[in-house]
């Protein structure tokens, strides 16, 4: 999902180079050459500059059949041999890879000083049986030292909250994101837990030195010319039919997790996917009272309708739902989201709807609608338990230059969006937890609930090695600890299920009902590949400036909006910080 021939491919069907490219990556190996050869067989390729074409040649190259034998530039060893009477191929693709990242955060005019560090190397196995079926499997050792430090205590339901029959409220301790990265933008790569060098105890987070692993694995077969394609796999995906990154409903920042998937595209205007997987616990209390109360499955199925190359429409049908055989969400002929009327209130639905507007050679725009959960009345937008998530963006191609564009998107996460009650079910002793999760990460968009984001985006890859962005974000969150806690505000948050729609606190005045946290970002990267060696260079430096606004009366008992300002005090103080990280990818795939 790293691999700058997503961007490629976005770029090339903005202008019109290539068809309509499904909304569910990862691509296979075929359809992403299929493309390739689209664009540089398509009288449109004229079109292309000298660098378009040889970055498009590039990728198809990096994507083909290896040679046999050892391939020093690829890092990878490759055979095949017929099997059977049909003389089948069987193929293997043995590799490693490496990469080494530094990074560091300087705060408070450098009297605050924060170093991190990852080192990961990684062996992998894959090849085809036959024409119609692959298979991969990638193992990942790492150790890693990602700093983030304790910000203060907040609750799951809100202070003042009293218990009522299964509902009580947990405190919630809050950490900073990692200090040594930008905000909201780390992935953490370990599975599971990490484990100290001193201590080999499960632990959730590498303040100090600690290893760890991560498995990936899938076996894909395609049919039809790539129009039906299943899949089992544990792996990173992103859903919607917005750029890459984009998703509220399925997004690559998610963690991956094991899923049995298919694709049927029967129609040029026309296809289904379906998912249904399991979801990993998040540790925090270890892992086996951590994963006593998470045990889920997520199944989704999204239908997208397209007409040519101009207009694009995904429904997205979603469903976090505690392990049990539940044959409604298994398949996608019956509709996740009102199947639950036929077996009872015991699962966390959501529906998702993308429409993209494109015009090929200029640019698209695209709208996003997330409904975790609403009530449909005069004071709808007024209430807490409006959970929902919007995004507009707008995509302008940039002529002259390869592979350039220029993103412009808002994206606001309402509080309790993602999130869910605990509640008691027939299957379990216990109250489950359903958040739309996992591993402890939204399976959503990256920001938390009770935020919003105004980005602006230059990309554009002048020559063929090299890829440079620059970025400007403002986020803005409500704060999820201390005295102006602001509910619902974290992926832990549950919200109350009493009076939803009369308690004051329930109400809900994004930066008018708490301190909120303000984040004005620049950054800049780059990645270069270094021409005839398998090695590539990466960084990006940038800015963070922070601060706090309050309000002076507290909304959760007057249940109105007041006016806020900008504060700083020792519990929400402003700060300005440095953010950097350089890197090396050894063997880069």
């Not at 260079?537 to 909304?555: K, R």
Request: glycine residues 10%; charged residues 20%; proline residues 5%.
């Amino acid at each position: 999902m790293d691999s700058q021939v997503y961007y490629i491919l976005e770029q090339a069907e903005m202008r019109g180079f290539c068809s309509p490219l499904s909304g569910a990556r990862p691509y296979t190996q075929a359809v992403v050459i299929a493309a390739i050869n689209e664009i540089l067989g398509s009288d449109n390729s004229k079109k292309l500059n000298a660098a378009e074409r040889e970055i498009l040649e590039q990728y198809r190259n990096s994507f083909a059949k290896p040679k046999t034998g050892i391939d020093w530039q690829r890092g990878a060893w490759y055979n095949e041999t017929s099997i059977g009477k049909t003389d089948a191929m069987l193929s293997g693709n043995i590799g490693v890879g490496a990469n080494v990242e530094g990074s560091g955060g300087f705060y408070s005019s450098f009297e605050e000083r924060h170093f991190g560090a990852e080192v990961w190397l990684q062996v992998y196995l894959n090849g085809d049986i036959g024409r119609n079926f692959s298979y991969g499997f990638s193992a990942e050792g790492g150790l890693m030292k990602i700093p983030r430090k304790y910000l203060g205590e907040g609750n799951t339901y809100y202070s003042g909250f009293e218990p009522h029959g299964e509902y009580k409220n947990d405190p919630i301790t809050v950490y900073s994101e990692p200090l040594t990265h930008f905000p909201y933008s780390y992935k953490k790569r370990w599975d599971g837990s990490v484990f100290f060098l001193d201590d080999l105890g499960y632990e959730s987070w590498p303040n100090s030195l600690a290893g760890g692993y991560n498995l990936l694995a899938e076996l894909t077969s395609s049919f039809l010319d790539n129009k039906l394609i299943l899949r089992l796999g544990r792996m990173s995906r992103d859903w919607g039919t917005g750029p890459l990154g984009s998703s509220l409903a399925l997004n690559q920042m998610a963690r991956p997790f094991l899923g049995i998937e298919g694709e049927f595209a029967p129609l040029s205007w026309f296809s289904i996917i379906s998912l249904t997987g399991v979801l990993e616990y998040g540790n925090t209390s270890g892992i086996k009272d951590s994963a006593l109360t998470n045990q889920n499955v997520y199944s989704a199925t999204m239908l997208q309708l397209r007409y040519k190359n101009y207009v694009s429409f995904d429904i997205i049908d979603s469903v976090v739902w505690p392990k049990r055989f539940e044959l409604g969400y298994l398949v996608p002929i019956v509709s996740n989201f009102f199947y639950q009327n036929n077996v009872g209130d015991f699962d966390n639905m959501a529906l998702t709807f993308n429409l993209k507007f494109q015009y090929p050679g200029l640019g698209n725009i695209w709208f996003s609608l997330f409904l975790d959960e609403m009530r449909v009345d005069t004071n709808w937008w007024d209430l807490d338990r409006t959970m929902t998530a919007a995004q507009m963006g707008l995509n302008i191609q940039i002529p002259f230059l390869a592979f350039s564009s220029i993103r412009l998107s808002y994206t606001i996460v309402n509080p309790y969006c993602y999130t869910h009650n605990r509640n008691s079910n027939p299957w379990f002793d216990m109250p489950m937890e359903t958040s739309y999760t996992n591993n402890g990460v939204g399976l959503g968009y990256y920001l938390p609930p009770n935020s919003d984001e105004l980005l602006f985006r230059f990309k554009t890859m002048p020559v063929k090695d090299l890829v440079t962005h620059l970025q400007y974000q403002m986020i803005r969150h409500g704060a999820n600890y201390g005295s102006s806690e602001v509910d619902g505000s974290s992926l832990l948050s549950e919200l109350d299920t009493d009076r939803r729609g009369s308690n004051p606190i329930l109400k809900r005045f994004f930066l008018n009902d708490g301190a909120y946290q303000w984040m004005h970002i620049i950054k800049a990267g780059v990645e270069w590949n270094l021409p005839k060696l398998p090695v590539a260079l990466y960084g990006e430096a940038g800015v963070v400036i922070s601060y706090f606004t309050n309000i002076e009366e507290d909304a959760n008992v007057t249940g109105s909006a007041h006016p806020y300002f900008v504060i700083d005090t020792p519990e929400y103080p402003k700060s300005t910080g440095i953010i950097f990280k350089i890197g090396v990818k050894i063997y880069p795939r």
